[in-house]
């Protein structure tokens, strides 16, 4: 992966991680189911790449794939 690809999944995967860290703070509804269906449909767009969204934008998107991926995972209950 050459460097503005990394960058892009690196700013990518801060921003989404920190905007699904905040929310979990301060937005009583976004809650762990919220954040699995918000998963389930990042999955579903990521598998339907009919228009041909280009390295940038899948890259952005694997990103924030998987900060709500790292969210969940170190969910407390």
Known sequence: M???LQNVYDDAFDNAY???????????TFDKDFLTGLLESMYTCQGNDWTG????????QSAMIA????V???WED
């Open 2 to 4: 050459d460097d503005h």
């Open 18 to 28: 920190h905007n699904f860290m905040l929310r979990k703070s301060e937005d009583d």
């Open 53 to 60: 969204r280009g390295q940038v934008k899948d890259m952005s």
């Open 67 to 70: 900060a709500a991926e790292a």
């Open 72 to 74: 969940l995972a170190a």
